[in-house]
C-alpha cells in the first residue's frame, strides 16, 4: 500500500506574544493509503492543530509532513491550497454546512470551486447524497434536516471531489449516541469501499470503530494501536447500510478541474 501521510519530528508552537502553546512536540508517523485511523487525546492535546497541518489549512513549526510523497512544508501558499482543494476532504463537528443552499447545492459547491459543469455537479453530488442515504432529501435546507442527515451531507460533500483523504475533526461531537453509530457505521463502509480515513476524536467508544487508534496527550504520541480487524467490524455492526456504491471512484485519479 502506498503512503498517503508521513509525518516526522512535526511540532506546532502557538506564540501567544508573552506566551508559548506548545500545541505538538514531535509527532512522527505514517499513514498508508486505504486505512481507517483514530487520532484520539484529551481536549487540548494537539489533534485539532495536527488535523490542521495534515489538511493543509496550516503549517508546522518545524518538522515534515508528505502526502502522497510530497513535502507540505516545501510547498508555497497557493500549491499548498490547490493540493488541500485536490486531495482533502474535510468533514467538522458542526457540520459546517451553508444554511442557504439545498443538501444538493451543499454538496456541489467543491465542483463548482473545481470548475465542474452545471449538469455533471448537479448528477455527481444526487449520487454522492444517494450514496449516504439521502436522496430523499436533496432540497432541504440545514435547518430541515436532523443532525445525522447534516452529517452526511457533509460527508457527501467532502467525497464528492474523489479526495484521496477524508479527515473528520469529532465528526459524531454534536450527535447524540445513536446517530453517532450511526455516522461510524458510514465512514467505516466508506472505508472498506476504499476511502482513506482520519478521524479526529476524544471518545474511546467511536475509536474503537476503527482499525488503528494513535493516542496523542500533551502534543505527543505516546501510543499507536492496532486494533484486530474483527473487533472493528464487530463493533461497528458490520456492513448493512443500503445505497449504491457504484458512482464513487475508488482511485481517486478522476480530479476534475485544473
Ligand atoms: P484538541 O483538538 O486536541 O482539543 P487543539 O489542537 O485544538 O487540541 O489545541 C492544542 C493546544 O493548542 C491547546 O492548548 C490550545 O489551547 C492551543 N491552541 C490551539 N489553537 C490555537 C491557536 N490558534 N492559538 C493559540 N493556541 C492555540
Ligand atoms: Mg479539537
Known sequence: MAVMFAARNVTKVYDMGAVQVHALRGVSFTIEEGELVAIMGPSGSGKS????????????????????????????????????????????????????????????????????????????????????????????????????????????????????VILADEPTGALDTATGTEIMQLLVRLNEEGHTIVIVTHDPEVAAKTRRIIHIRDGLIYRDERLEPAAAAVAAGGPGQPGPASARAAGGQEVAGS
Open 49 to 164: 492543530t495536527l488535523m490542521q497541518i495534515m489538511g493543509c489549512l496550516d503549517r508546522p513549526t518545524s518538522g515534515t509532513v508528505e502526502l502522497e510523497g510530497v513535502d507540505l512544508t516545501q510547498v508555497s501558499d497557493d500549491r499548498l491550497a490547490e493540493i488541500r482543494n485536490r486531495k482533502i476532504g474535510f468533514v467538522f463537528q458542526q457540520f459546517n454546512l451553508l444554511p442557504r443552499l439545498t443538501a444538493l447545492e451543499n454538496v456541489e459547491l467543491p465542483l463548482v470551486y473545481a470548475g465542474v459543469g452545471r449538469r455533471e455537479r448537479r448528477e455527481r453530488a444526487r449520487a454522492m447524497l444517494e450514496a449516504v442515504g439521502l436522496g430523499q432529501r436533496l432540497d432541504h435546507r440545514p435547518n430541515e434536516l436532523s443532525g445525522g442527515q447534516k452529517q452526511r451531507v457533509a460527508i457527501a460533500r467532502a467525497l464528492v471531489n474523489h479526495p484521496a
